[in-house]
């Protein structure tokens, strides 16, 4: 199996898992979350919708310095 590439991935990927075909020939995938550091891949009834299953649902805060929180307001948006 090759090497997964993580390079610029925070610790889950979204991504469709091809899953076989349908008599017709078509593709059958499912919606979830690939681990960048296991390669485990996760998936919920809810596909993209839901939540990686370590991080709570609703969008996470990216983590900013204390130093750019205290000089946003003299930043010029110009």
Request: proline share 6%; net charge neutral; charged share 30%.
């Amino acid at each position: 199996m090759p090497e997964i590439q993580k390079s610029g991935y925070k610790k889950f990927w979204e991504l469709r898992q091809l899953t076989g075909r349908n008599a017709d020939g078509s593709k059958n995938s499912i919606e979830g979350f690939r681990n960048m550091e296991t390669g485990e891949f996760h998936s919920s009834k809810d596909g993209w919708n839901g939540s990686p299953p370590e991080l709570p649902s609703g969008e996470r805060l990216p983590e900013i310095s204390n130093r750019y929180a205290k000089n946003y307001d003299s930043i010029r948006w110009e």
